[in-house]
Nanobody, 123 residues
Framework: QVQLVESGGGLVQAGDSLRLSCAAS????????MGWFRQAPGKEREFVAA????????YYADSVKGRFTISRDNAKNTVYVQMTSLKPEDTAVYYC????????????????WGQGTQVTVSS
């Protein structure tokens, strides 16, 4: 059974930085795509960033490009997202996700989801 355990969320001020971590267990992810979605109150889940496990190719939403950096540690089966220059509009629950195969911007394509971690950015 796949488990995704997120950590690193919290309350910060605008302009601050946070790093989220997601440790995956339960199977190998050699050909998977791992990433992050977020959901703000009253809004749909939206794609944030993803990374291809095989070669480390990364993908970003336009809203976070240049501010967020996704990375992975293969040995630890862990994916990270370093978030800088945080804005109040980044406030959301952030979910770690995994899917087999090619990357997708659609949340319905991701098979495994973490429990979510709250990020709150005050102005």
């Amino acid at each position: 059974q796949v488990q995704l355990v997120e950590s690193g969320g919290g309350l910060v001020q605008a302009g601050d930085s946070l790093r989220l971590s997601c440790a995956a267990s339960g199977r190998t992810f050699s050909s998977a795509t791992m990433g992050w979605f977020r959901q703000a109150p009253g809004k749909e889940r939206e794609f944030v960033a993803a990374i291809r496990w095989t070669d480390g190719r990364t993908y970003y939403a336009d809203s976070v490009k240049g501010r967020f950096t996704i990375s992975r540690d293969n040995a630890k089966n862990t994916v990270y997202v370093q978030m800088t220059s945080l804005k109040p509009e980044d406030t959301a629950v952030y979910y770690c996700v995994v899917k087999d195969g090619i990357m997708s911007y659609q949340p319905s394509r991701y098979t495994y989801w973490g429990q979510g971690t709250q990020v709150t950015v005050s102005s």
